[in-house]
């Protein structure tokens, strides 16, 4: 995201303009890659909500709250754009707050990859999973990559 320091990301998070909504899809490319037509749209506090949830020491991942927010509201899918722009308007919105923060750091990419987009980047993010116990691998010559090694046994199951 640009101009982080001029958005007020707290506004944003709380904007759910016409969320939550189910739409029916009809692109059979949409349809066959996602398993379904019904299609859920989560509102930005949805996100925030599941991500505070995740205790020290454990993670999740966006699909992970994706697959549970679709599940809960009788969908085949979330929608997966709209997913990673909340995910990052909470963080940010953690990080323009002095209290009350999301430990948003503990919300990963696919496969256990640091999200780039979150207040500080990969770097402030694994800085703050290693404080957690996490061990951070890195992946990559020219385009680098962070993964948490062995996400998978520290995955945090949503209630």
């Known amino acids: 995201m640009s101009d982080e320091d001029k958005k007020d990301f707290n506004a944003m998070l709380h904007d ?6 189910l739409q029916i899809i009809t692109d059979q490319k949409t349809i066959d890659r996602y398993g379904g037509d019904r299609m859920y749209f989560a509102p930005p506090m949805e996100y925030d909500r599941i991500m505070r949830q995740v205790p020290y020491g454990y993670v999740i991942t966006v699909g992970k709250i ?3 927010l679709a599940e809960l509201n009788g969908a ?7 997913a990673g722009i909340f995910v990052s308007i909470a963080a940010w919105a953690s990080y323009q707050r002095l209290d009350d923060i999301t430990p948003y750091w503990r919300t990963l990419k696919a496969n256990g990859e640091l999200n780039s987009k979150y207040p500080g980047g990969m770097e402030a993010q694994k800085v703050k999973l290693e404080a957690e116990g996490h061990t951070i ?3 990559g010559r020219t385009n680098i ?5 062995d996400y998978e046994k520290s995955l945090f199951e949503i209630r």
């Open 16 to 21: 759910g303009r016409d969320m939550p909504k």
């Open 66 to 68: 994706r697959d549970y």
């Open 76 to 82: 085949d899918f979330t929608e997966p754009i709209t």
């Open 137 to 139: 691998i890195q992946k």
């Open 145 to 149: 990559k962070y993964f948490v090694k």
